[in-house]
């Protein structure tokens, strides 16, 4: 059987592209805030950390069937939480709760279901 024949180019960067163009802080338009408005400080990791939130949040990311969301909202929650932490608590290795956050990653319902119940808990 003769072998195939592969490409050796690799894709090019995008900071080497033609089409690419830097990324510039000047083109952004200037919003200037009422003066004497309050500023509220935000914290997204506040958020991250809670379950009732996260919790809702995948629920509806299952409902309306949108599996990548799902798997970025859990992956956000537990790289807040610590990835160990949420091992250790779910009686999943590490090793797995490592794989199931890649991108392209089909864990089982099982292991979901477990950090779903850790995070519930937590």
Request: proline content about 4%; hydrophobic content about 40%.
């Amino acid at each position: 059987m003769a072998k195939a024949k592969t490409s050796r180019q690799r894709g090019e960067s995008l900071r080497t592209t033609s089409k690419s163009k830097p990324f510039n802080l000047d083109k952004f338009e200037v919003v200037t805030l009422k003066k004497g408005a309050p500023i509220k400080a935000y914290d997204p990791k506040a958020t991250l950390r809670d379950s009732r939130f996260v919790g809702a949040a995948l629920i509806e990311a299952l409902i309306e069937g949108d599996v990548e969301a799902f798997k970025e909202i859990l992956k956000a929650h537990v790289e807040t939480l610590g990835k160990d932490f949420v091992a250790a608590r779910s009686g999943v290795s590490r090793s797995t709760v490592f794989r199931m956050l890649e991108p392209g990653s089909n864990p089982t319902l099982n292991n979901v279901a477990k950090v779903f119940r850790a995070l519930k808990a937590g």
